[in-house]
C-alpha cells in the first residue's frame, strides 16, 4: 500500500481528495498539511511515496515547496493540483521537480491515474490541459534555451540565495532571514553567479524569469 500526503490549506477540498485516495485499496492517506510548513514536517516524519500538492499556499507556493521536498525527500513524488492551467505555472512545476500537473476541476476524475503514474516512474499531465499548452509544453522541454541543468548544480542553500536575490530581497535581510552573517551571503552570491555564469543581478533576475520562479502565486 503507497502512503500519500495530502498538502493543501483548504479543508473541504482536502476532505475531498482523502475520499478519493481511499476510493482505492492500493493507497492510503498517510498524514496531511493545511500550509507549506506543516507539509513539509509531515513529509519530512513520513517519508510518504506521493504527496499532492496545492500550487497556492499561504506561506509558501507549491512550486517552492516542491524544491524543498525534492532536496529533502528526493524519494518522494510530487503531484501539484491548482485552479491555473497556464503554461507558466506548469512549467514552474515540472522544473522544480514535480511529477505530475492536476487542474482541480478535474481531479476527481484524474486523481487515480496521475497517482498510478507517478508509482510507475511517469509524468502525467491532466486531460483537461488544452492540445495548445500541451504542445508548448513538449516545445519547451525541447529547447535548450529554458534548461535548468544548471541551476540545478546549485545546492540547496545557493538555490534558496538565489531565488531570494531574484526577488530583490537585500544581502542584510537574507542574512537576517537565514541566520547567517552579510559576509556569508556575499559569497554565496559570487558563487552562484559564478556558478551560472551570470554577471549581476540583473542577470540572475532574467535567469530566475526565465526559469519561471518570479511567479506572482497567490
Same mark, same amino acid.
Given at each position: 500500500?503507497?502512503?500519500?500526503? +495530502?498538502?493543501?490549506?483548504?479543508?473541504?477540498?482536502?476532505?475531498?481528495?482523502?475520499?478519493?485516495?481511499?476510493?482505492? %485499496?492500493?493507497?492510503?492517506?498517510?498524514?496531511?498539511?493545511?500550509?507549506?510548513?506543516?507539509?513539509?514536517?509531515?513529509?519530512? %516524519?513520513?517519508?510518504?511515496?506521493?504527496?499532492?500538492?496545492?500550487?497556492?499556499?499561504?506561506?509558501?507556493?507549491?512550486?517552492?515547496?516542491?524544491?524543498? +521536498?525534492?532536496?529533502?525527500?528526493?524519494?518522494?513524488?510530487i503531484i501539484i493540483v491548482s485552479m491555473h %492551467?497556464k503554461i507558466d505555472y506548469i512549467m514552474g512545476?515540472?522544473?522544480?521537480?514535480?511529477?505530475?500537473y492536476l487542474v482541480k476541476e478535474s481531479v %476527481?476524475?484524474?486523481?487515480?491515474?496521475?497517482?498510478?503514474?507517478?508509482?510507475?516512474?511517469?509524468?502525467? +499531465?491532466?486531460?483537461?490541459?488544452?492540445?495548445?499548452?500541451?504542445?508548448?509544453?513538449?516545445?519547451?522541454?525541447?529547447?535548450?534555451?529554458?534548461?535548468?541543468?544548471?541551476?540545478?548544480?546549485?545546492?540547496?542553500?545557493?538555490?534558496?540565495?538565489?531565488?531570494?536575490?531574484?526577488?530583490?530581497?537585500?544581502?542584510?535581510?537574507?542574512?537576517?532571514? +537565514?541566520?547567517?552573517?552579510?559576509?556569508?551571503?556575499?559569497?554565496?552570491?559570487?558563487?552562484?553567479?559564478?556558478?551560472?555564469?551570470?554577471?549581476?543581478?540583473?542577470?540572475?533576475?532574467?535567469?530566475?524569469?526565465?526559469?519561471?520562479?518570479?511567479?506572482?502565486?497567490?
Open positions: 500500500m503507497k502512503k500519500i500526503v +495530502l498538502i493543501d490549506d483548504h479543508n473541504t477540498f482536502r476532505a475531498g481528495l482523502r475520499q478519493l485516495v481511499e476510493k482505492h %485499496s492500493d493507497f492510503i492517506v498517510a498524514g496531511e498539511g493545511a500550509d507549506a510548513r506543516q507539509g513539509e514536517e509531515t513529509v519530512r %516524519s513520513i517519508k510518504p511515496d506521493i504527496a499532492v500538492v496545492d500550487l497556492s499556499l499561504p506561506d509558501k507556493s507549491g512550486i517552492q515547496l516542491t524544491r524543498i +521536498l525534492r532536496t529533502a525527500v528526493p524519494e518522494t513524488k %492551467s512545476a515540472l522544473r522544480a521537480g514535480a511529477v505530475g %476527481s476524475g484524474c486523481l487515480h491515474n496521475a497517482l498510478e503514474a507517478a508509482v510507475q516512474g511517469e509524468y502525467y +499531465l491532466d486531460s483537461a490541459l488544452s492540445p495548445e499548452v500541451v504542445g508548448r509544453l513538449l516545445e519547451a522541454a525541447e529547447s535548450s534555451d529554458l534548461s535548468d541543468s544548471t541551476y540545478g548544480n546549485l545546492t540547496a542553500r545557493e538555490q534558496e540565495i538565489f531565488r531570494l536575490l531574484a526577488q530583490g530581497t537585500t544581502v542584510a535581510d537574507i542574512a537576517d532571514k +537565514l541566520c547567517i552573517s552579510s559576509k556569508t551571503v556575499t559569497n554565496h552570491r559570487a558563487n552562484i553567479l559564478s556558478k551560472l555564469d551570470l554577471h549581476s543581478t540583473v542577470d540572475l533576475v532574467r535567469y530566475a524569469a526565465k526559469l519561471g520562479l518570479l511567479e506572482d502565486i497567490s
